[in-house]
Every structure is written in structure tokens, then in C-alpha cells.
């Protein structure tokens, strides 16, 4: 007998198998399944799925569309989350214990006058998403290893604080020199966490033009960092006052980062994950200074805060950069959690690190 009769026989015995075992009591149960719609219905739908289960390995096309259905669902999922991860909601209430307060401490003790608690909006999809306050453990586990890059303003310089208090501890004797040498006027800042590997630089830069300087030093280099968070603006609203020009430079950093981007798309060299520290809302009243009153208006600033929009700069409008929405969390803070209108109370960017560390399990598909 031949290969390819012997093929056939194969063949010709797999189908009468199937008639068999699997067509004739399909039929017989079709028969007594007639007698009661409904169960008819289900055995059809049982049936058919069935069917498509086993058959789907053996059909391309219907393994890549299954695949791709899981796909878009996934990428959904994710773009919702990175989208609800801004959802704080804040509660304010006064602090029962310093009722006697002395008026005479300084500014910052002020702050304290207040307690401040916070977590995500509730809701069946922010409850999907399962966002969570990452502990010192959990947020050393996602970092270690990694160079991060926090560059900007102030607010840059008090995000980086609260990362390192995140990860140090706030009352260790490590975080009193950190504080002291990272809050050195209009200076760098460099730190290495022997004990997770963790590379953390703080580079001073108060304008956009110096955060696309950044950029294309790192493409010079060719050394990228796993994480970066930026953002300027502050002090272009004080001393440059032109939202236009803002605008202008707001466009040309994010073709620096776009033009970044495709040389870390290679196996060896991963894209760095890319943040944007937005501006905190300012309370006019409460600004310091006659100039600063003038210059950061309400009219002024959300001329800025549109020439942000404008840009396509974040993920939200096309861009590169997911947003860390400093204004969102300052103004449902609100004035109870600013002493100038300006800097805010260290919650705040405490609140902004972890949405930073939660955005980073979405992309990073990594869960706790």
C-alpha cells in the first residue's frame, strides 16, 4: 500500500468518525432539544462555540483575529487607565492636633494647620484600573535598576523630593543631607540608591529651551534614561510673559522628543517612559509679589495652559508625554494646601509620584 493511499484510508476513517461519534448525536440531541426553545438555543450557542474552540488552531486567520480582538482590548484597558490616573480626590480637614497654633512659626509650618488625605475617584472603571499607593518595597521593586531623570522648575525639584522620601524614607538620616544638598539654589543634583541600583539626576530647568537642551544632549550621548519626568513654565510666565513664544517652545521640544524616540526603538536600547509635570494652579491673591500678581493672572495663565493644549505635547492630544496633572491636584487641594499660591504642600507631589509609579505598571504591563 502507497503513502498517499494509506493517507486516504486515514482520512476516510477520521470522517466517518466524526460522523459517528460527534454529527449523529448532534443530531439526536438537536431532536429532543427541538421540543424546548430555550434549550435549543443554548445548545446551539454551546454547540457553535464549541465548534469555533477547537477549530480556531487550525484557521490563521481566526487565531490573528482572536488575537487581535485580545490585543485592542488590552491597549484599551491601558489607555483608559493611563487616561483615569489623574482621578485624585482630596480630603481636607482641619488638624485636631495643632488647635494651638503659633502664629509666629514659619510658612511651611502653616501648611500643617490642615490634614491632607487623598486617593483615586471611585468608580466601576477607576476600580478596574485597581490603582494602588505603592509602599517604599513595591516602588523600589518597579525602579531598581533604573535611571531616572527628573528636569525642570521648583516643581520638578519637590517631585524629586517626594520620590526620594518614597524610596529613602522621609525620616531616615540619609533624606536630611538630600534635602540640603537637592534644594540648593538653581543647582544639579545627582544620587545613587546603592541598595536597589537606582540612578536618580535632577537637572535645573526653569525653561522649556533648556529641557529640549536636555534632549539633545541625550541624543548626543546616545544614553537614554528608563524614566523622565520635565516640565517648565513658571518662570517663562514671569520673565518671558508671552504665551505665543511658549507655545513656539513647547512644539519644538516635542519634535526634540519625537525625534528621540525612533533611536530607542531597537531590541538593545528601550524607550525611556516620558512624563509631563504640569503647572499648579496659582491663586492670584496669595501670590507674593506685585509683579507676580500682574504677570500670573488667571487671563495669563490659561493662555499657557491652552498654548500646552496646542503643542500636542502630551499623550492625551497625540503627543509623547503622559501628563502628571499637578493642576488638577493643586486646585482640588485648593488654598488650604498652598502658603504663597505658588509651592504647594508636599502631598501634592507625594500624590503626583504615585500616579507617576501607576502609570508606570500600565505601560510596563507589571501588576503588584
Same mark, same amino acid.
Not at 26 to 47: E, P, Q
Not at 72 to 99: E, G, M, Y
Not at 187 to 200: R, T
Given at each position: 500500500?502507497?503513502?498517499?493511499?494509506?493517507?486516504? $484510508?486515514?482520512?476516510?476513517?477520521?470522517?466517518?468518525?466524526?460522523?459517528?461519534?460527534?454529527? %449523529?448525536?448532534?443530531?439526536?440531541?438537536?431532536?429532543?432539544?427541538? !421540543?424546548?426553545?430555550?434549550?435549543?438555543?443554548?445548545?446551539? =450557542?454551546?454547540?457553535?462555540? /464549541?465548534?469555533?474552540?477547537?477549530?480556531?488552531?487550525?484557521?490563521?486567520?481566526?487565531?490573528?483575529?482572536?488575537?487581535?480582538?485580545?490585543?485592542?482590548?488590552?491597549?484599551?484597558? !491601558?489607555?483608559?487607565? =493611563?487616561?483615569?490616573?489623574?482621578?485624585? $480626590?482630596?480630603?481636607?480637614?482641619?488638624?485636631?492636633?495643632?488647635?494651638?497654633?503659633? *502664629?509666629?512659626?514659619?510658612?511651611?509650618?502653616?501648611?500643617?494647620?490642615?490634614?491632607? #488625605?487623598?486617593?483615586?475617584?471611585?468608580?466601576?472603571?477607576?476600580?478596574?484600573?485597581?490603582?494602588?499607593?505603592?509602599?517604599?518595597?513595591?516602588?523600589?521593586?518597579?525602579?531598581? &535598576?533604573?535611571?531616572?531623570?527628573?528636569?525642570?522648575?521648583?516643581?520638578?525639584?519637590?517631585?524629586?523630593?517626594?520620590?526620594?522620601?518614597?524610596?529613602?524614607? *522621609?525620616?531616615?538620616?540619609?533624606?536630611?543631607?538630600?534635602? /540640603?544638598?537637592?534644594?540648593? #539654589?538653581?543647582?544639579?543634583?545627582?544620587?545613587?540608591?546603592?541598595?536597589?541600583?537606582?540612578?536618580?539626576?535632577?537637572?535645573?530647568?526653569?525653561? +522649556?529651551?533648556?529641557?529640549?537642551?536636555?534632549?539633545?544632549?541625550?541624543?548626543?550621548?546616545?544614553?537614554? *534614561?528608563? +524614566?523622565?519626568?520635565?516640565?517648565?513654565?513658571?518662570?517663562?510666565?514671569?520673565?518671558?510673559?508671552?504665551?505665543?513664544?511658549?507655545?513656539?517652545?513647547?512644539?519644538?521640544?516635542?519634535?526634540?522628543?519625537?525625534?528621540?524616540?525612533?533611536?530607542?526603538?531597537?531590541?538593545?536600547?528601550?524607550?525611556?517612559?516620558?512624563?509631563?509635570?504640569?503647572?499648579?494652579?496659582?491663586?492670584?491673591?496669595?501670590?507674593?509679589?506685585?509683579?507676580? #500678581?500682574?504677570?500670573?493672572?488667571?487671563? %495669563?495663565?490659561?493662555?499657557?495652559?491652552?498654548?500646552?493644549?496646542?503643542?500636542?505635547?502630551?499623550?492625551?492630544?497625540?503627543?509623547?508625554?503622559?501628563?502628571?496633572?499637578?493642576?488638577?491636584?493643586?486646585?482640588?487641594? &485648593? *488654598? #488650604?494646601?498652598?502658603?504663597?499660591?505658588?509651592?504647594?504642600?508636599?502631598? %501634592?507631589?507625594?500624590?503626583?509620584?504615585?500616579?507617576?509609579?501607576?502609570?508606570?505598571?500600565?505601560?510596563?504591563?507589571?501588576?503588584?
Amino acid at each position: 500500500m502507497t503513502l498517499m493511499t494509506m493517507l486516504e $484510508a486515514v482520512q476516510l476513517g477520521a470522517a466517518a468518525a466524526c460522523v459517528v461519534v460527534v454529527l %449523529i448525536p448532534m443530531v439526536m440531541a438537536g431532536w429532543h432539544l427541538s !421540543r424546548n426553545r430555550i434549550l435549543l438555543y443554548c445548545g446551539v =450557542i454551546f454547540i457553535t462555540l /464549541a465548534v469555533c474552540l477547537h477549530l480556531t488552531p487550525y484557521f490563521p486567520s481566526v487565531s490573528d483575529f482572536v488575537t487581535l480582538v485580545s490585543s485592542v482590548v488590552v491597549f484599551d484597558h !491601558r489607555s483608559t487607565c =493611563i487616561n483615569l490616573v489623574n482621578d485624585i $480626590a482630596w480630603k481636607v480637614k482641619p488638624n485636631v492636633s495643632l488647635q494651638h497654633f503659633n *502664629p509666629t512659626h514659619n510658612v511651611s509650618s502653616s501648611l500643617n494647620l490642615y490634614e491632607k #488625605r487623598w486617593d483615586w475617584s471611585k468608580s466601576l472603571k477607576h476600580d478596574a484600573c485597581d490603582f494602588q499607593k505603592l509602599s517604599k518595597s513595591d516602588a523600589s521593586d518597579l525602579l531598581n &535598576g533604573s535611571w531616572v531623570v527628573v528636569t525642570g522648575d521648583s516643581q520638578a525639584r519637590f517631585f524629586t523630593l517626594s520620590l526620594l522620601n518614597l524610596i529613602l524614607g *522621609p525620616q531616615t538620616k540619609r533624606m536630611g543631607s538630600v534635602r /540640603a544638598d537637592l534644594f540648593k #539654589r538653581h543647582s544639579d543634583y545627582s544620587i545613587l540608591v546603592h541598595e536597589i541600583g537606582m540612578k536618580l539626576d535632577f537637572v535645573w530647568a526653569p525653561y +522649556v529651551v533648556n529641557l529640549t537642551n536636555s534632549m539633545v544632549g541625550l541624543k548626543t550621548k546616545k544614553s537614554y *534614561p528608563d +524614566v523622565m519626568v520635565m516640565g517648565a513654565g513658571l518662570w517663562h510666565m514671569l520673565h518671558v510673559n508671552n504665551a505665543s513664544n511658549y507655545d513656539f517652545a513647547l512644539r519644538m521640544l516635542k519634535s526634540s522628543v519625537v525625534s528621540l524616540l525612533p533611536l530607542t526603538a531597537s531590541a538593545s536600547i528601550k524607550s525611556p517612559h516620558l512624563f509631563w509635570l504640569g503647572m499648579p494652579m496659582l491663586i492670584n491673591g496669595m501670590l507674593n509679589t506685585q509683579e507676580k #500678581r500682574e504677570k500670573m493672572s488667571d487671563r %495669563i495663565w490659561h493662555a499657557y495652559d491652552r498654548a500646552l493644549g496646542d503643542s500636542r505635547l502630551l499623550r492625551q492630544t497625540g503627543g509623547p508625554l503622559v501628563l502628571l496633572d499637578i493642576q488638577s491636584l493643586t486646585w482640588n487641594c &485648593g *488654598p #488650604r494646601c498652598t502658603s504663597d499660591g505658588m509651592h504647594y504642600d508636599l502631598v %501634592i507631589y507625594e500624590a503626583a509620584v504615585q500616579v507617576m509609579l501607576n502609570a508606570l505598571l500600565i505601560e510596563s504591563h507589571q501588576s503588584l
